[in-house]
């Protein structure tokens, strides 16, 4: 089935910046559409970011609005989260997910069929 791998995480300062990366070895991730999620010790998994499978459809939460910025290169078959002014509230283990509606752009994870296994990002000085 289906398997998604993350990448790009790592401990950066406040303000800096990173670049999250999602790819599904072996299969055609365009025909899926894909949402970024993360979870903070002793918080519930909350939405970050989601976009279609054309790339012309995207949500974006209020807590990351005008930092985070989601798009993807069908023809590369990844998807990225571009991640700028981080702040420390944002330190989370971030999951890329995949869904079989290719034209949703819901951000909600039920929706969602497929996860990866998660990337860390830490924030701090």
């Known amino acids: 089935q289906l398997q998604l791998v993350e990448s790009g995480g790592g401990l950066v300062q406040p303000g800096g910046s990173l670049r999250l990366s999602c790819a599904a070895p072996g299969f055609r991730l365009d025909y899926y559409a894909v949402g970024w999620f993360r979870q903070a010790p002793g918080k519930e998994r909350e939405s970050v970011s989601c976009?279609?499978?054309?790339?012309?459809?995207?949500n974006v939460s209020n807590s990351v609005k005008g930092r985070f910025t989601i798009s993807r290169d069908n023809a590369k078959k990844m998807v990225y989260l571009q991640m700028d002014n981080l702040k420390p509230e944002d330190t989370a283990v971030y999951y890329c997910?995949?869904?079989?509606?290719?034209?949703?752009?819901?951000?909600?994870?039920?929706?969602?069929?497929?996860w990866g296994q998660g990337t860390q990002v830490t924030v701090s000085t």
């Open positions: 976009v279609d499978g054309d790339g012309d459809r995207t």
């Open positions: 997910a995949a869904s079989q509606k290719t034209y949703l752009s819901n951000c909600w994870s039920p929706l969602y069929d497929y």
